[in-house]
């Protein structure tokens, strides 16, 4: 069966730090995947998607980025955090070729102070 | 462009009364649509889909929805509320032609006991 990972679960980060969460998936090859962000109260905001190796669409211009540097592993990165950066981040996967249903990891809760 | 329009942020039934959950969408053409829930601090998980298949869909947890193409509308129902019930949903519907999925705002359930 498939799994995803999402760490790290909960995050601090003074204002102008770098940010790294890294998502992996397992028992299934070349997924789609996403990261979402869910501020308080709020909706889901995509940030990114990535149908293979190499290939991010970016849905939002901000100081994030994401890598896939493998298969099935998605990168949200920043140089310098900002407080609106602060949220619920999402990591998802959908099957390959596949615009259906979307399975979501556990999240990484940020908090930007 | 495809949306969704989740009708009431914040719902409050009793328990053992009827839930229901109001979705309106727009598409251009056939859409797929789903319904998520989300427990606190947890990630997304599938509740139902439609697919173009029967338009009452059965789902998990006793929820089912009901796909109405004259309304564009995908209402979420239960018959009876649980407790465990209490969560925020969301309603979903896949772009045309993308791999994108456009969730709407979300309704946050209370049950009351």
């Known amino acids: 069966s498939q799994t995803i990972h999402q760490w790290p679960a909960t995050l601090v980060q003074p204002v102008g730090s770098p940010l790294s969460l890294e998502c992996t998936v397992e028992g299934t090859s070349n997924p789609n995947l996403y990261w979402y962000r869910q501020a308080a109260g709020r909706g889901l905001q995509l940030l990114f998607y990535?149908?293979?190796?190499?290939?991010i669409s970016s849905e939002v211009p901000q100081n994030l980025s994401a890598s896939r540097p493998q298969d099935r592993q998605f990168i949200l990165s920043s140089k310098k955090l900002l407080l609106s950066d602060s949220g619920f981040y999402l990591c998802?996967?959908?099957?390959?070729?596949?615009?259906?249903?979307?399975?979501f990891g556990p999240g990484t809760r940020l908090t930007v102070l | 462009a495809q949306s969704v329009t989740q009708l009431g942020s914040h719902v409050s039934v009793s328990e053992g009364a009827l839930v229901l959950l109001r979705c309106n969408y727009s598409s251009s053409v056939p859409p797929y649509l789903f319904w998520y829930v989300q427990y606190p601090n947890q990630g997304l998980q599938l509740l139902l889909k439609y697919t173009s298949a029967a338009t009452l869909v059965k789902g998990i947890n006793g929820f089912e929805a009901e796909f109405k193409k004259s309304e564009t509308s995908f209402h979420l129902t239960k018959p009876s509320a649980h407790m465990s019930d209490a969560a925020e949903y969301f309603c979903?519907?896949?772009?045309?032609?993308?791999?994108?999925?456009?969730f709407g705002a979300g309704t946050r359930l209370f049950v009351k006991a």
């Open positions: 990535s149908v293979g190796i190499g290939q």
């Open positions: 979903a519907v896949i772009n045309t032609g993308g791999f994108k999925t456009i």
């Open positions: 998802a996967w959908s099957e390959a070729g596949s615009t259906d249903t979307q399975y």
